[in-house]
């Protein structure tokens, strides 16, 4: 975003006039924008004078007092380039364009789209296609139908691709108020990351609500987003799309396991985004995040006067990740005195009926549960309605006994009814005034403390004088591509200490000779980089011994090579020794995306890696213990570390190569496409890449190893 458009956006954001263009949607709009108290001028623009009633307006652009630093435009589409060139000839600083009818239908909008922008210049354009932008700090608003929110100081913004989803969470009943509502639209100009970046050092701006569907500038958005985790200011993503999208080749198997939601799966994890699957579980976790603050690791202490409520705790928690340490045997003799006899000692703790609304006791209970140091409190409660208030008190006192124990515990604290709605707006204010948060069904806190615990761990992390990572990208020519055969690829690993079998590069003449030398068991592959899937042409042979006649085995390979080719393949064969002593196969995948930068993919690997889905992402530059987190999610992690009493792995000598790999995708970043081992063999005498795929821009640029 160049200077004069950031001004041009302060403009649009807090601005001093704002004019509306066109009919009863700009009409509309002017006349909610005056009733939200906006204290700057309000102009309508019309070729019918007094379209806008009372409030002033005007039939041209040229005749509006002076340059408006915000335009609600909503005219049919054709005459929207026309106007916007008007309104910049006049000085306008920025427009929103509720108009539709451009890129989102394809060919039939894009020309009248790229029209728009270059009209637009250096304003600040958000849309087209777009609600609008409302801004609740000062009441200017620009939005054309009826909305929920109230003025306020501070608050959390929302940001979002989705129009329709901003009118729903701006009716919400979870008593989570915004300072900004702004719409993105098809971003033709202005897109969520620069909504972000603007508004990131905004002190009315509590946290960020994103509904994203695509960003076009990743880097600018992980910066972004790095300036808003300086201020302690959370970022909470609705990212549609999980659906499996293949990448952009499908050459390698890591095209098929890092689709595009993986990588953002990975980015949103690395930088501290608290990614959530729905609307409601965003309003949740933006509520949790600016009103009681960050649990700073998933150890959870939970409270309740039901059993019923133990259990579903229990199953909420341990499908989100949440952990419920015990208390330990000081804690339960502490809990003793307090606790009735019929009460159970543990986490969650239900504190059963007879201490209902014993405030006094029910505190002392609390802060001895909460005494072993935990990251996140949880008290589970359900109001009944107003009208049924006899047995309010007792509520209020058990809530008022928890908050000053959690307060005094110095950890983030919220109440959550099991069913949403018995939650009332009373209470709801009220814990919000305390800083506790109010949380609507348990399914919904439990997945809402877990969402703000990653940004809780990016926090800590930043506090400690941790980097913000912000992705590298690497544009590579990609047109001329060329696949290195796996001899190639392979030299390439091992002149960087990634261990590969020992070898010989031979010709079918040759190879009987090849494996006398080698010794056996060994394995027998055609070398071709035509040919880079060896077992579907069945050009790759295991376990030959001394019994093979491996000169006819070589002569077999060579001749359903050149069948699959449908031409007379090279005679080039690879003689290896077969690796024993196997704990678990890996794949260990780097793909060089445009948008993301680097990516390492580690999965359960072997013929199965795809059935198997068992796969991590790690956006790189890695550190060791980004890859030690990478490996422990996955399935194969049980393999490793010696299943029923099986062999181990040497975990450190595994992270150790795939630092290797790290390093060896920065050095050719330049020109490199994507990578493969599969497998990487892990067995107890160390790691080994059995097989190698890359494909690079250049081939010149790889440095030649081997013949």
């Not at 600083?93 to 894009?110: K, M, N, P, Q, R």
């Not at 390698?252 to 990614?275: M, P």
């Not at 515990?409 to 919000?432: G, K, W, Y």
């Not at 002149?495 to 090849?514: F, K, M, N, V």
Request: glycine residues 10%; aromatic residues 6%; contains cysteine.
């Amino acid at each position: 975003m160049t200077p004069t458009r950031r001004t041009n956006l302060q403009r649009l954001l807090a601005p001093r006039h704002i004019a509306f263009v066109g009919g009863d949607s700009a009409v509309f709009a002017a006349r909610q924008c005056a009733a939200g108290h906006f204290k700057g001028e309000i102009w309508g623009l019309n070729p019918q004078p007094n379209r806008f009633g009372a409030i002033p307006s005007y039939t041209s652009v040229e005749a509006l007092p002076e340059a408006p630093d915000a335009v609600f435009l909503a005219v049919p589409r054709q005459g929207v380039p026309g106007v916007v060139c008007e309104l910049r000839e006049k000085g306008a600083g920025g427009i929103v364009c509720y108009s539709a009818g451009f890129g989102e239908l394809g060919d039939d909008g894009v020309d009248l789209e790229r029209e728009l922008v270059t009209a637009c210049g250096e304003m600040a354009l958000a849309g087209p296609n777009v609600f609008g932008l409302l801004n609740y700090i000062t009441g200017a608003h620009l939005w054309p139908f009826s909305h929920g929110g109230k003025p306020v100081e501070r608050g959390p913004a929302i940001l979002s691709q989705s129009g329709m989803l901003s009118g729903y969470l701006l009716t919400n009943r979870r008593s989570v108020h915004f300072s900004y509502v702004i719409g993105a639209g098809n971003q033709s100009v202005l897109g969520v990351e620069d909504y972000l970046d603007y508004l990131a050092d905004d002190p009315a701006v509590t946290g960020f609500g994103l509904y994203i569907e695509t960003l076009r500038d990743i880097p600018r958005f992980a910066e972004a987003v790095g300036r808003a985790l300086d201020r302690g200011v959370p970022v909470v993503a609705l990212k549609a799309g999980r659906s499996t999208l293949a990448a952009q080749t499908a050459l390698t198997h890591t095209g098929s396991l890092a689709g595009e939601d993986a990588l953002y799966q990975s980015l949103f994890d690395r930088i501290g985004v608290a990614r959530v699957p729905s609307p409601s579980l965003l309003l949740e976790t933006l509520q949790m995040l600016t009103t009681a603050g960050a649990p700073s690791g998933p150890r959870l202490a939970a409270f309740t006067c039901s059993g019923g409520d133990v259990a579903m705790l229990a199953d909420c928690a341990e499908q989100e990740g949440l952990v419920f340490d015990p208390p330990d045997q000081a804690t339960e003799r502490n809990l003793r005195q307090w606790l009735p006899q019929i009460a159970t000692v543990g986490n969650p703790l239900d504190y059963t009926t007879p201490l209902w609304g014993q405030e006094e006791t029910l505190e002392k209970v609390f802060a001895a549960a909460l005494a072993p140091g935990y990251d996140a409190a949880l008290l589970v409660q359900d109001y009944p309605p107003l009208d049924l208030g006899e047995d309010r008190p007792y509520y209020q006192a058990d809530a008022r006994a928890f908050m000053r124990a959690a307060a005094n515990a110095s950890i983030p604290a919220a109440v959550c009814s099991s069913l949403p709605e018995n939650l009332d707006p009373d209470t709801q204010a009220t814990l919000i005034e305390n800083g506790v948060a109010p949380l609507q069904g348990i399914g919904e806190a439990t997945a809402a403390i877990r969402a703000a615990a990653v940004f809780g761990k990016a926090l800590g992390n930043r506090q400690r004088g941790g980097d913000h990572f912000i992705p590298s990208c690497h544009p590579v020519e990609r047109s001329e591509s060329a696949l290195l055969d796996e001899w190639h690829g392979k030299q390439l690993l091992a002149a960087r200490q990634i261990r590969i079998p020992q070898g010989e590069l031979c010709s079918t003449r040759d190879a009987a000779e090849s494996a006398r030398r080698i010794g056996f068991p060994v394995a027998l592959k055609l070398v071709s980089s035509a040919l880079p899937h060896k077992s579907e042409h069945g050009i790759v042979r295991l376990n030959l011994g001394e019994t093979d006649d491996i000169g006819a085995v070589a002569q077999d390979v060579l001749a359903l090579g050149s069948k699959a080719l449908g031409r007379p393949v090279e005679d080039r064969i690879l003689i290896e020794q077969m690796a024993d002593g196997l704990i678990a196969e890996l794949l260990i995948g780097v793909q060089n995306d445009p948008q993301f930068g680097l990516v390492m993919t580690i999965a359960g690997g072997g013929t199965l890696v795809e059935l198997m889905s068992d796969a991590a992402t790690v956006l790189l530059p890695a550190e060791p213990a980004d890859l030690v987190e990478a490996l422990s999610s996955l399935r194969v992690m049980s393999l490793l570390q010696g299943y029923r009493g099986r062999a181990e792995a040497d975990l450190d000598e595994l992270v150790d190569v795939l630092m290797k790999v790290n390093t060896m995708a920065l050095e050719l970043a330049h020109t490199l496409i994507e990578m493969d081992i599969n497998p990487l063999s892990v067995s107890e005498h160390g790691c080994m890449a059995v097989d190698a795929l890359i494909r690079v821009g250049d081939r010149n640029a790889v440095p030649t190893a081997g013949n």
